[in-house]
Every structure is written in C-alpha cells, then in structure tokens.
C-alpha cells in the first residue's frame, strides 16, 4: 500500500514538474553545469603578415638560341635562329658548362666569306676612285648642261660607293657571325653540332643562372598584389626556401580552369637560387602582401562586429569576460593588429570549449560562439 502511494506521489510530481517547464519555467542549475570553459589568448606584441600562396614550376628568367649567321635571339621570341648553312670547325660547349658572357662556345669556317670580302673591298676600292672623279669633273665643268651631266654622274658614283661599302660592311658581320659567343652568363642546355658537320639553324642553346617561376593567383587575391612584394619559393626537390620577388603582373586572365575559377600569372624572380636549382622544378610559392611588423596582435577569432566597429571579450580576474571596442589595423585569418583599445597581456576570449566539438563530436575551430549568453552552457552569443 505504501509502495503504491509513493508511486502516485511521484507520477503527480513529475506532472506538476512538466507543467512548470510548459508554462516558461526553468529549474536551477548547479554551479558545475553553469559555468562556460572560455577559450583565450593574450594579446602581445608581434607581426601580422597577409600572405599568399600558389604553385609553379622554376624556368630559367631568359634563354638564348644561337645560330651562326645571326645574332642571338630569346626563345620565348623564336624557337629558331641562324641564317643559311655552314661547315663547323670548333666547338668547345658541352650541355650542363657553366660559361661566362664573352666565351667562345664555337666557330665555322669563314674561307668562303673572305675571299668574298677581299673582292667586295676591291669593288669599294674603285667605287670611291669613280666617286673622286665625278666630284672632280662636276668641279671642273661649265656651263648648265655640262655641270647638271657632271652632278647627276657624282650622284651615281656616290651611289655605288655606299653600295659597295654596305656589301663590305654586311660581309664582315657574317664573318663575325660565325664565331657564336655567349650572350649571358648561363649554363649551356643544348648542342646541335659538332665540328666537321652542316650547320642549321639554331646551333646552341644557353639558359641564365637566375630563375621566375610563374603561377597562377586567384581572382580574389589579384587586387593585393604588386610589383615589388617579397616572396618565398619553396623547392622540395632541393628543400631549398629561396627568396623572390614579384616582378610581373598579367593584365588579364591566363586561365578559368574546369571550376571556372578566375586566375592571373604572377612571376616571381628568385635572388640567390642554389647551384643545385633546375629548371622545371616544382615550386611553392608564399607572396607577402602586407605586413605590420611589433604591433599590438591578437587571433583574429577574438574579434567581434564588423569593419569600424570591432569590439572584443577581455577576461576580468573574475573570470567574467567585457566587451570592450579596439581600433583595428591589418586582419588575416589568422590574427589582428590592434591599434588602441587593448594592452599588452590582457587576456582576451576567443571561444568556449563547447565551440571545439560538434553534435556529432567533430573538432571544430571557428571564430564564432554558438547558442546562447555568456555563462549558460552550450551557449556563446558573441557572434559577428
């Protein structure tokens, strides 16, 4: 009987407890439950840096063709160089020499371009005797149709004479021209002859020692680039962390790849490459954007509101967080530059530990509390 009544007890209990929390009504909690774990951070002093980051290959910054007959050419001008056909007689340039600007990589056989020179000077020779005559004879003559005859044949010999020292002048070059010399300082990456053999077209190719590497930036981050920013090219084939900097800019779009993702080449220019850096390597590259170098810095999760009204949450000794307003400068994702409104080491909340763990016990970290006030569990509220 007495179980019985104690039952009926509680099932009223329990009825009166359901109709209190229908009606608005809230039961207390304990202190434990209550109390919200903050996540902070001390602001201090440092640097915020915005950065971006992209990939390419590492390409010589120029490479030169040579060809005999002609002068050196960049391949991103001409993939070939070199005018009519010649008999190689030396050549002393291997593929991987490391030359200087100046060397003699190689040479061909001019016997055929000197005796050409030798009647040419001839011709030259008495171009300039007819020119000396003429000019004489228009000296010498009188009246008007004479000295118009005399004219007219000074002209012609003055005509001839820079004929023929033109043809002279284009034969020497010729033969200047098949002695190919290095344009740079460069390491040779290809030999397309050997002496005693026909030469075509383009004979040796020479590539600098300084290197770009090109890559493609994402329309969103284009607007803060520059001519001039420092970069960082990491290399893992020789993990190497080479420095750069930003030396070209595309006016337009290189490409929207299949995700229709708007981009624009950026080439850096790398400064002290090591001897081991070769063409073609894969690269990272972290361009710098902007920076504040010993300032007021705290995580970025720790701001609230939004632009020229940013407020944070400091923690009192009391373990109760103060929105206070902060003046801001540079923000990344990472962290903020505080410009008034804070102090060095003042404590300031960026979560609760309830922000780090989903429903389902995923880690989390964003920047924002979720649910309710401050102080009520599971709860945050400070959102942006």
Do not use: C, H
Not at 52 to 65: K, M, P, R
Not at 67 to 73: H, K, L, S, W
């Amino acid at each position: 009987m007495k179980l019985k009544l104690a039952a009926i007890l509680f099932l009223v209990a329990a009825g009166g407890v359901a109709v209190f929390l229908s009606l608005g009504g809230s039961l207390p909690l304990s202190d434990a439950s209550a109390a919200t774990q903050y996540l902070t951070a001390t602001a201090a002093t440092g640097d915020v840096t915005a950065e971006v980051a992209a990939t390419g290959t590492i390409a010589s910054s120029d490479e030169y063709a040579l060809g005999f007959g002609a002068a050196p050419q960049l391949t991103s001008i001409t993939t070939s160089v070199g005018s009519g056909t010649w008999s190689v007689t030396d050549v002393d340039a291997s593929v991987g020499q490391v030359v200087t600007q100046g060397d003699v990589l190689a040479k061909a056989s001019t016997s055929d371009l000197e005796q050409q020179l030798t009647i040419q000077r001839t011709s030259l020779a008495a171009a300039k005797l007819q020119t000396k005559l003429a000019k004489s004879a228009w000296d010498s003559a009188s009246g008007t149709d004479p000295i118009r005859q005399a004219k007219a044949s000074y002209y012609n010999a003055l005509n001839s004479q820079r004929q023929a020292q033109q043809a002279v002048d284009d034969t020497k070059a010729q033969i200047k021209q098949a002695t190919l010399v290095a344009p740079i300082d460069g390491t040779i990456t290809a030999v397309n002859i050997a002496p005693g053999l026909d030469s075509t077209g383009t004979a040796i190719t020479i590539a600098s020692t300084t290197y770009d590497v090109t890559a493609d930036v994402v329309e969103d981050d284009i607007s803060s680039m520059s001519i001039g920013q420092d970069a960082t090219v990491a290399v893992g084939a020789v993990n190497a962390a080479i420095q750069g900097k930003v030396t070209a800019i595309a006016p337009v779009s290189g490409s929207s790849g299949s995700n229709s993702v708007v981009s624009y080449p950026v080439t850096v220019t790398l400064t002290g490459a090591p001897s081991d850096l070769r063409p073609g390597m894969s690269a990272d590259i972290t361009i710098v954007t902007a920076s504040a170098k010993d300032v007021l810095t705290v995580p970025s999760e720790a701001l609230r509101g939004t632009t020229g009204n940013y407020r944070v949450q400091v923690l009192g000794s009391d373990g109760a967080p103060t929105s206070t307003p902060v003046t801001v400068g540079l923000i990344t994702s990472t962290a903020a530059e505080i410009t008034s409104g804070l102090s060095t080491g003042e404590v300031v909340v960026t979560g609760t530990a309830s922000d780090r763990t989903t429903t389902s016990g995923a880690s989390t970290t964003g920047g924002r509390f979720g649910g309710g006030a401050i102080g009520v569990p599971g709860g945050g509220g400070f959102g942006r």
